[in-house]
């Protein structure tokens, strides 16, 4: 009886060795879809209010870069235009005084038909009346016309300026920085008061509220598994036991790792892995490069 208690202590034994051997499918660790913000505008940095961990929402406003040069830039190109704009003729006024010859000279034609008509003008008196009131129409004409073609001249003088102008709007609005994305700040690269250039790294960020966990299977488990197919996370907690978290698959890939050069054998192409990620919702405890264990 107590060799068979030795045994069954022994089996047990063996039995919870293999289970601790066998209890996961795969491993790997955590990572997340990190985002390196740039500076998209040269100057000093007046204001940059984030620090490393911080959690921002997207469309957040955390600083700004200088813009006073690019602020005078544009209030000079807007006194420029605004020159122009006075220089433009006003058509109306101009014109008045030969609309107020042509409404004379088109009372003095009508005088002169109904005299002509009761035989009490001549008909030269009647053709210089009629000629006289196209001459002043063909006057205005020219004149409306002469000064439309100034008031092109100077829209036009006015256009390239007013592009500019676009072109400062748009560097102003990159001098702001806005948070693009929700998700806490990983590295932070630049201080408050130092110089930012075009393509200038200022911080990495990274929504952690879900992490991807890259882990790696066998050949023969590629075929068992599928895209959005449900698994058990293990991670280690205290006291050597496994925290537990729910998790989907979200990415297969479609080539193994690790291929040897000359496959012959059977077992040799088992040897073969294929990568999967794993996504977690985090509660807070998971860490960007942390170790966890996969149950499929």
Excluded at 16 to 29: F, M, R, V, Y
Excluded at 37 to 64: H, M, P, R, V, W
Excluded at 104 to 122: F, G, P, V
Excluded at 144 to 163: A, F, R, W
Aim: glycine fraction near 4%.
């Amino acid at each position: 009886m107590h060799k068979n208690f030795i045994f069954i202590l022994v089996l047990f034994g063996l039995q919870a060795c293999n289970n601790s051997k066998n209890i996961s499918d795969a491993s790997g660790t955590f990572e997340a879809d990190e985002t390196i913000i740039s500076a998209e505008a040269t100057g000093t940095l007046k204001q940059f209010a984030i620090e490393e961990g911080q959690t921002l929402k997207a469309d957040t406003n955390i600083g700004y870069i200088d813009s006073i040069q690019l602020y005078l830039k544009k209030k000079q190109l807007l006194t420029q235009i605004k020159a122009l704009v006075v220089q433009e003729p006003n058509i109306n006024s101009q014109t008045a005084a030969l609309k107020e010859q042509l409404k004379a000279a088109i009372r003095e034609q009508n005088r002169i038909t109904n005299l002509y008509k009761a035989d009490a003008a001549t008909k030269k008196q009647l053709d210089d009346a009629n000629t006289q009131v196209e001459v002043t129409k063909k006057q205005i004409e020219a004149l409306q016309s002469t000064l439309g073609t100034n008031t092109i001249g100077l829209s036009e003088q006015t256009t390239p300026l007013k592009v500019q102008i676009e072109q400062i709007n748009d560097q102003l609005a990159k001098c702001k920085l806005i948070n693009p994305i929700k998700g806490t700040v990983l590295t932070k690269y630049v201080e408050q008061n130092e110089m930012a250039v075009p393509g200038k790294a200022l911080y990495k960020i990274a929504d952690i509220s879900s992490l991807l966990l890259r882990a790696y299977i066998t050949s023969d488990q590629f075929s068992k598994i599928k895209l959005n197919q449900k698994v058990k996370v293990l991670v280690d907690d205290i006291g050597g036991k496994y925290k537990e978290y729910e998790g989907w698959i979200t990415w297969i890939s479609d080539k193994a790792e690790f291929t040897p050069k000359t496959i012959q054998t059977k077992d040799e192409r088992a040897n073969l892995v294929y990568a999967i990620k794993i996504k977690t919702i985090n509660d807070g405890s998971l860490k960007i490069g942390m170790y966890a264990e996969v149950k499929l």
